[in-house]
Every structure is written in structure tokens, then in C-alpha cells.
């Protein structure tokens, strides 16, 4: 019995293309352009973000078009007017990827959370019932995950041929092409299989649940979340009893509220039906039970803003607190909750995050770090009456490590401009303010000067890895799961290991330096041991250094592995 025949593929592929033609089409085009992903074209990823974009878009009007019922005529009208919009969208796209960090991709993630999210709520604009609501949205789930395990498993099954290949028969297959496998497995295999299980009657209020899932649901996610929960609720007992709140807790805050709400959703699949106490009680109780949670959330976000301002990461979090305090209030309150309200509020936070103009994630952070910075640099003396005063003053020491953030953020965001319009006395050099701030911070005399570098590759030349056996992600200290092969950053340090083996341990920091000195748009470099030859190659890099020290805040990038 063949692959083909245990899925049943040639009637769900003939199925898929009846139902999503225009959609399997936009699926084969992001996979056609990320196969050639390792050539750093910038066309192909532009293509590759158009396809995938484009098939969320095409998603959602075939939705529309079998939920409102719209005649062939309308369908295929809308379908030219969304490609219309995808093509200007696609103008729009980047030429390249620029060092500073574009409102575009700002907007894109946006757009891709929102049409998301569309796909919960279309059908139910026209007719709608809590529990049709909660089996469409489960079944489209259930569906994904199902999807995504079969590519899973067929994908490694491949490897494991692919392999066997390549060592009975010396064959040495490209690393490159096991990712292209799976690029492959993912875009067309997944993608066809989890259209095919795409719910067709969208307001069916029988089904049959999975008990799988209601083991899952039951005895796994619930009790998870409730001990998650209890920990999180003693944490807040052991801050009233005087104990310092640590910075993170309020990521720990969001996680649980991600857990959480999916879980009670989860457990709505079997509400009247296949339902049990248990589920009963955490249905009722969870959103109650959550306040307090809530309320660290909030403090905890409330005191990192207070303390450095408003950075994405924190406007991210409080979006997320925001759509949490919007749900718990809804369900709180003693008035009758309509679950579509899941998916709008989302839909409006996205839209205020990411397209709100001086108030999007995109804006506002820039604004705030200027204001900042600035009422640092007044209260420090170094701006008098709006101008750069010559004398050299010093930040205080607490505040450098703000100071220099600052500066980095809108150095990394092209958001620094605005100190040349204060420096009317040309104290710094315009073509390398972050540096010139820098050197005034630690004091222009008797102080040795601090470099800082900044890198982002924002364009990406052709790699020819045909010589290479391994390509290998370069991972961050802290890190779990790597395998067996990898790099890893360790602040300036720099390991390589190959089949457990450590081949590789130095100090890359001067090196980035030197590379950044003979060519600011390109940092890959080179090294060696007796065994191998490593060519990394180098994404985004920051750091500060001087002729004493170096020292390596960021860096990412892979590692092209060659045996001699």
C-alpha cells in the first residue's frame, strides 16, 4: 500500500482544488519561492510574503463566498479585486531588508493576525450559535494540528530514507535539501491535507467529539492551568509578605492567560454533550479565579513602563493584558457574553497595535524613547536652553545602562536624527551620532573613546553551499533542545559543535569589529581547525568596543560547516 493511498491524497488533492483552487494556488507559490530561499534573492522572499499573505486572503473570501453563499459571478470578481490589493501590497513590500526596523513589517504582522483571526469570526457574521461558534473553531484546530502531524511524520520518515541514501551510498545530499523537504511537506502536503478536513458545514451543531481531546482537555489542560495558576496566586501572597516582584513575572502572567482562555475554550467543545463536572466547575470558575492574576499583570507592566519606558515588548504585553482585561470583564459581568467577541477584540487590538499611526507599536515606543532620552540628556546638563552644550558632562553612573539602551534603540530605528536639530554648536559628528553620544556620555577627555557597532544585513548575496556538509543555527546561551550539532553565542564567545563534538571555542567580538571596519554591509567571516573549515554567516551583530575591551550584546546568523 502506497503513501498515497493510506492518505487517501488523490481525492483530497482533487477535493482541495475544487473547493480552494485560488488558494492552493497562492500555497504553491510561497513553497515554490522559499525553496529557493537560500539564495538571499530578495525577490524570492518578496514573492514568498505575497504567496503566504495571499493565501490568508483567499482563504477568507472562499469562506465568505460558502458562508453568505455567493454566486461563481461575485466570487471570482472579488478574487480579482483582492489580487489587485495583493499587487499593490506588493509594491509596497521592500526592495530589501533595511538595517533600521520598517513600519512595513509592523503592518504585516498586523495583517497577518487579523486575517487570522477573520477566519474564526466570517461565517458567523451572518448566522450565529455559541455552539456552531465553538465547533467550527475547534474542528479548524483539531484539523491544523492533525494536518501538521501527518507532515511531521512523513517529512521525518523521508529523512530517514534520505539519510540511509546518503551514508550506504555516499551520496553526501546538501544539508539544504532536508529543509527543502520540508518546505515542501509543509507548504503543499500540510497545507492540502488541512483544507481537505476544513469544516464545509459551518453551523452543525451535532458532532462526535475525539476522546483524545477529551482526555486532553480533561485531565491535562485544565489541571495544568489550575496548578499554573496556584502558583502564580502564591507567588502574589509571597509579594504581600514583603518579597521584591521579580521583572519577568508578568511574560510568566501572559503564558498563563494563553493557557488559560485556550483551555476554557477547549473545554466549551464539550459543553451539553460529553461534558463532566470538572469542566463544569472550570467553566464557571477560571475567569474569577483570574483577577488577581490580572492584577499582577498589570502592576508588573505598569513598573517596567515606569522604569524604561515604552519599548514593543512592553506595548506587545499590554495589548495582550488589554484584550485579557476586556474578556474577563465580559464574562464577569452579569450580562449574557457572545463568544465572537474573542475574535473582534483581538481584531481591534491588532488594529490598534500595529496600524494606529503615532499611537501604533510601529510609533509610539520611537516618541516616548526620544522624550526620555532627552529629559535625561537636560537633566544631566548636556542640552541647555534646547542645544548640545560643549562641556563634557557625565551620566550619572545608574543611568548609563538606560542612556546607552536608548541610544541604541533609536540608533538600530533611524530615530536619532533629531539630536543634530539640538546640536547648533556641530559637537557631533552627524554621520555617526550614536558613537559621538557615546564618547560625551563617558567624557571626551582622559577617557579612552567606546565604539559601537549596529549591524543588520540588509542585503543578502548569493551562498553557494554545495562544498558545505552542514548548515547550523546559531544558537543563544540559555537555549534548550539544541541538537546534536550546533553553534551557540556565550557572550563574545563563539562554540561550534559537530556530532557532540566541540570543534570550536574562541572569541569572535574583535573579529566582528575588524570584519565591520573593512565592510559595514557584509560581517561573515571565516575559521578553521585541523578538521573543518566554518564560514559564519552573520545576520545582525550589536556590541560596543574599544582598544581594551569588546564586548557582544547580539548576535545571530549560521554556520556553513566543511570538512577538510
Same mark, same amino acid.
Given at each position: 500500500m502506497s503513501l498515497f493511498s493510506v492518505f487517501n491524497m488523490s481525492d483530497r488533492f482533487a477535493e482541495v482544488i475544487k473547493r480552494f483552487p485560488v488558494v492552493m494556488i497562492f500555497a504553491v507559490l510561497t513553497t515554490i519561492s522559499l525553496l529557493f530561499i537560500d539564495t538571499y534573492e530578495d525577490n524570492f522572499l518578496r514573492w514568498s510574503l505575497i504567496g503566504y499573505i495571499g493565501f490568508l486572503v483567499m482563504l477568507d473570501w472562499a469562506i465568505f463566498k460558502e458562508a453568505f453563499q455567493l454566486s461563481s459571478h461575485k466570487y471570482w470578481v472579488g478574487v480579482g479585486i483582492l489580487s489587485i490589493l495583493l499587487f499593490v501590497y506588493y509594491y509596497f513590500i521592500p526592495a530589501s531588508f533595511q538595517e533600521e526596523i520598517s513600519c512595513f513589517w509592523y503592518f504585516t504582522i498586523g495583517l497577518n493576525v487579523v486575517l487570522h483571526f477573520m477566519c474564526a469570526v466570517i461565517p458567523f457574521f451572518k448566522n450565529y450559535t455559541q455552539k456552531a461558534f465553538v465547533n467550527y473553531n475547534i474542528q479548524v484546530f483539531l484539523s491544523w494540528i492533525k494536518s501538521a502531524f501527518y507532515a511531521l511524520v512523513t517529512y521525518l520518515a523521508l529523512c530517514l530514507a534520505l539519510v540511509a541514501m546518503d551514508q550506504l551510498f555516499d551520496i553526501n545530499i546538501p544539508s539544504i535539501h532536508y529543509l527543502r523537504l520540508f518546505i515542501v511537506m509543509t507548504g503543499i502536503f500540510q497545507v492540502a491535507f488541512f483544507l481537505s478536513d476544513f469544516p464545509d458545514e459551518y453551523y452543525r451543531l451535532k458532532f462526535t467529539a475525539s476522546p483524545i481531546f477529551r482526555v486532553f482537555t480533561s485531565y491535562i489542560a485544565i489541571p495544568v492551568t489550575l496548578i499554573y495558576g496556584l502558583i502564580l496566586l502564591a507567588y502574589i501572597v509571597r509579594i504581600f509578605l514583603g518579597y521584591e516582584m521579580v521583572e519577568w513575572v508578568f511574560v510568566l502572567c501572559i503564558w498563563y492567560f494563553v493557557i488559560g482562555i485556550l483551555t476554557w475554550l477547549f473545554s466549551l467543545y464539550f459543553e451539553n454533550l460529553d461534558d463532566n463536572p470538572w469542566m463544569v466547575w472550570f467553566r464557571k470558575w477560571f475567569f474569577i479565579l483570574s483577577v488577581p492574576i490580572l492584577l499582577l499583570l498589570l502592576i508588573a507592566l505598569f513598573r517596567h513602563i515606569s522604569d524604561k519606558g515604552i519599548l514593543e515588548e512592553f506595548y506587545i504585553s499590554a495589548s495582550i493584558a488589554s484584550f485579557v482585561l476586556l474578556i474577563i470583564l465580559l464574562k464577569c459581568l452579569p450580562v449574557k457574553s457572545d463568544?465572537?467577541?474573542?475574535?473582534?477584540? *483581538?481584531? *481591534?487590538?491588532? $488594529?490598534? &497595535?500595529?496600524?494606529? /499611526?503615532?499611537?501604533?507599536?510601529?510609533?509610539?515606543?520611537?516618541?516616548?524613547?526620544?522624550?526620555?532620552?532627552?529629559?535625561?540628556?537636560?537633566?544631566?546638563?548636556?542640552?541647555?536652553? /534646547?542645544?548640545? $552644550?560643549?562641556?563634557? %558632562?557625565?551620566?550619572?553612573?545608574?543611568?548609563?545602562?538606560?542612556?546607552?539602551?536608548? #541610544?541604541?534603540?533609536?540608533?538600530?530605528? /533611524?530615530?536619532?536624527?533629531?539630536?543634530?536639530?539640538?546640536?547648533? !554648536?556641530?559637537?557631533?559628528?552627524?554621520?555617526?551620532?550614536?558613537?559621538?553620544?557615546?564618547?560625551? $556620555?563617558?567624557? +571626551?577627555?582622559?577617557?579612552?573613546?567606546?565604539?559601537?557597532? +549596529?549591524?543588520?544585513?540588509?542585503?543578502?548575496?548569493?551562498?553557494?553551499?554545495?562544498?558545505?556538509?552542514?548548515?547550523?543555527?546559531?544558537?543563544? &546561551?540559555?537555549? #534548550?533542545?539544541? =541538537?546534536?550539532?550546533?553553534?551557540?553565542?556565550?557572550? !563574545?564567545?563563539?562554540?561550534?559543535? $559537530?556530532?557532540?563534538?566541540? #570543534?570550536?571555542? /574562541?572569541?569572535?567580538?574583535?573579529?566582528?569589529?575588524?570584519? =565591520?571596519?573593512?565592510?559595514?554591509?557584509?560581517?561573515?567571516?571565516? *575559521?578553521?581547525?585541523?578538521?573543518?573549515?566554518?564560514?559564519?554567516? #552573520?545576520?545582525?551583530?550589536?556590541? +560596543?568596543?574599544?582598544?581594551?575591551?569588546?564586548?557582544?550584546?547580539?548576535? &545571530?546568523?549560521? %554556520?556553513?560547516?566543511?570538512?577538510?
Open positions: 463568544l465572537r467577541a474573542f475574535p473582534l477584540f *483581538l481584531i *481591534l487590538i491588532t $488594529v490598534i &497595535t500595529f496600524w494606529s /499611526g503615532p499611537i501604533s507599536i510601529c510609533n509610539l515606543p520611537i516618541t516616548n524613547q526620544k522624550h526620555r532620552l532627552i529629559n535625561m540628556m537636560s537633566e544631566a546638563g548636556m542640552i541647555k536652553d /534646547g542645544n548640545l $552644550v560643549s562641556d563634557s %558632562i557625565r551620566i550619572k553612573a545608574d543611568d548609563e545602562p538606560d542612556f546607552s539602551r536608548m #541610544v541604541y534603540f533609536l540608533s538600530s530605528r /533611524g530615530a536619532l536624527d533629531f539630536v543634530k536639530t539640538m546640536d547648533k !554648536n556641530h559637537l557631533l559628528n552627524e554621520n555617526d551620532l550614536a558613537n559621538s553620544l557615546m564618547q560625551r $556620555v563617558n567624557g +571626551s577627555q582622559g577617557m579612552e573613546s567606546e565604539k559601537i557597532l +549596529s549591524f543588520y544585513k540588509s542585503k543578502h548575496p548569493a551562498l553557494d553551499i554545495n562544498d558545505y556538509q552542514q548548515m547550523l543555527h546559531i544558537h543563544q &546561551t540559555g537555549e #534548550v533542545g539544541l =541538537s546534536d550539532s550546533y553553534g551557540l553565542r556565550d557572550r !563574545n564567545i563563539l562554540v561550534i559543535r $559537530v556530532d557532540k563534538k566541540l #570543534v570550536y571555542e /574562541g572569541d569572535i567580538a574583535k573579529i566582528l569589529w575588524d570584519q =565591520s571596519q573593512k565592510d559595514a554591509e557584509n560581517l561573515d567571516f571565516e *575559521l578553521e581547525n585541523d578538521d573543518y573549515l566554518f564560514k559564519v554567516v #552573520v545576520n545582525s551583530a550589536s556590541g +560596543s568596543f574599544s582598544n581594551s575591551s569588546a564586548r557582544l550584546d547580539d548576535f &545571530t546568523g549560521f %554556520i556553513l560547516v566543511k570538512k577538510k
